[in-house]
Structure formats: C-alpha cells, structure tokens
C-alpha cells in the first residue's frame, strides 16, 4: 500500500513515527481438526491498527487496508494465505489524547480484524 510505504509494524509505532502508518498483531488462534485429527490449517484472528495525522487520511488508508486484505490469497512473506476475511466491521474511530505527532497534532486510529488461513509447515 503505497500511503503507508515501510511503516508497518508489530504491535507498536514509535513516538517519532511519520503517518499514516500501521501495526498488526494477532489476536488469537484456531487450529481447524477434521475426523482424522489435526488438519494442518490455522486461522488466526489478526489486528491491523491504522494510524493517521486526520480523520479524513485514517478513513482513506483504512479503506486501502480493507480493499487489499479482503479476499486476499497469495504469499505474506513465506506464508501462503488460503483466504483472508474482514472480521470486524472497522468503523470504530478513535483519536488518542495522549499522543501528538511531531507537529502537535492528535494521532487518530481504528482498529480493523481479519480472519486469515493458511497450513501450517
């Protein structure tokens, strides 16, 4: 996604962190059985925060995350990704209080889910 460039990061943005920018963390795991016992494909639940300098850019890069991750099949560094699906609606918008940028101006987020698949190697 070319708004956010290399700013994607696990869990936590610096306080220096140019926007808009992202984190990703998982949330949790289910592992998916058949008869025959383990099958192999895992489905974790992943959180994809987008962060942004206006309401305005964090709806914008927001969309761009949904329309890249929905339906996504394909490699995510070695893995290769069954399917990914929106799991949560992502119209929950925030403005964090506490943190400004650079410029004194107030970083606003939302929190977007996705539910993804692949098996396990």
Not at 79 to 91: K, R
Request: net charge negative; proline share 5%; charged share 25%.
């Amino acid at each position: 996604m070319p708004s956010v460039a290399n700013r994607v990061k696990p869990v936590k943005l610096s306080q220096n962190t140019s926007f808009p920018a992202l984190t990703f963390m998982r949330l949790n795991t289910n592992d998916l059985y058949s008869h025959d016992g383990y099958s192999e494909l895992t489905t974790p639940l992943i959180r994809i925060t987008v962060y942004a300098k206006s309401y305005e850019e964090v709806r914008e890069t927001a969309k761009e995350v949904k329309d890249a991750m929905r339906g996504y099949t394909g490699m995510m560094g070695a893995t290769d990704i069954g399917f990914s699906l929106m799991a949560g609606a992502g119209d929950l918008d925030l403005i964090d209080p506490d943190w400004e940028d650079s410029e004194g101006n107030r970083v606003y987020y939302t929190p977007l889910a996705f539910r993804i698949m692949y098996t396990e190697v």
